[in-house]
């Protein structure tokens, strides 16, 4: 029985085609359901024909096969046992290549001193109608790590964590874009496919990227967040303090012009000042206090307001053309604990569920 406040779980294992099919005939009615509104989604904030985004999709295919043959293998199995066409389940890839900006967020990456065990965690704010499409999906790739992840059914990978210890959340980070290259949820399945930060970092670079975006991780190594443009990949970490924070604008020193190019993305300074203040950032100098406790501070941190309704914990307000995104979820993921504890909601008043990878 799948409770109000829980994501449906599914799991897939085997061959990247094995996987595919798997996860298509699990997941083929809200696969179909999620392609068959992608395109009303987009055009909210954009005027673009189905016919060019399908465009968009197909000539993305093959930048996906000189990434991974892998990804691409599994996404045809994907679409052939949802029944719908490779084309369109593509184009579920590629929507952030169709428009300005896919989501907004707040994310953290914590570490030693900050904390006993290392966590990750992310308001993800975005489309409230995304929520009826999303699953938490386990995968377990011959030969690769396991990882699970919180995601829209039918997208190749998005915000988790595998079973080597490394973890991820997605931000958007406004920045030159291009029209094709390599879809940004097959470099988030890439680092899936990595066990350290180094292996990581390469996974994003090596890339033809189409999208710049923000990858806040956590690894064995520690705390980073990856600010990714079309040129570079730069790497921001927590220091002495084992805190990384992140939400919608450039912090690398490098990439810092960038933020007087672009409008700023749903108060994205803001926001930012703020989680920093709500857990002391660069002024944390005691032992670290217990593991739950530390869960529960981020748990009220994320459920912050103020600012309200443009706060941390987001919603619905008269802003254009971002108002109605509104945090859908927020996680907060332990990859040694191997689980992630998720809120089907506003995290103000929706409860953590928990999820474990076995």
Not at 188 to 214: D, F, H, K
Not at 336 to 344: E, H, L, N, V, Y
């Amino acid at each position: 029985m799948v409770l109000p406040n829980r994501y449906l779980e599914m799991e897939v294992a085997g061959t990247p085609r094995e996987m595919g099919r798997q996860l298509g005939e699990a997941a083929g009615e809200l696969i179909r359901g999620f392609s068959a509104i992608a395109m009303d989604r987009v055009n909210l904030t954009l005027a673009i024909s189905r016919e060019a985004a399908l465009g968009v999709a197909r000539e993305s295919i093959p930048f996906v096969e000189r990434y991974s043959v892998d990804m691409l293998e599994e996404m045809k199995g994907v679409a052939e046992a949802s029944r719908i066409s490779l084309d369109e389940l593509m184009l579920l890839q590629v929507r952030n290549q169709l428009q300005a900006s896919d989501s907004g967020c707040t994310s953290l990456s914590l570490g030693r001193p900050y904390c006993e065990q290392r966590i990750l965690a992310q308001n993800w704010d975005a489309d409230p109608a995304l929520d009826e499409f999303t699953i938490v999906l386990t995968r377990r790739p011959a030969g690769k790590p396991a990882f699970m992840s919180v995601t829209q059914a039918g997208l190749i990978a998005y915000i988790g964590f595998n079973s080597a210890g490394v973890g991820l959340c997605a931000n958007t980070l406004p920045a030159p874009s291009r029209r094709l290259g390599v879809p940004h949820y097959f470099l988030i399945r890439g680092v899936y496919e990595s066990t350290t930060l180094t292996e990581a970092v390469n996974a994003v670079s090596r890339a033809e990227r189409a999208i710049p975006a923000n990858m806040m991780l956590t690894t064995p190594q520690g705390p980073a967040d990856l600010e990714v443009t079309l040129e570079s990949v730069q790497v921001l970490d927590g220091g002495a303090s084992g805190l990384v924070t992140h939400t919608n604008h450039c912090r690398h020193p490098e990439l810092i012009r960038i933020n007087d190019s672009f409008p700023e993305l749903i108060q994205s300074h803001a926001r930012q000042t703020r989680i920093d203040a709500l857990l002391n950032f660069g002024n944390r100098n005691a032992e670290p206090g217990s593991q739950d406790a530390t869960v529960s501070r981020l748990m009220t941190a994320l459920s912050d307001h103020d600012g309200h309704p443009r706060s941390i914990c987001r919603h619905t307000n008269d802003d254009s053309p971002h108002g109605f995104w509104q945090t859908v979820f927020s996680v907060i993921i332990e990859p040694d604990k191997q689980q992630m504890q998720i809120t089907r909601g506003t995290p103000c008043d929706h409860p953590y569920e928990r999820y474990i990878l076995t």
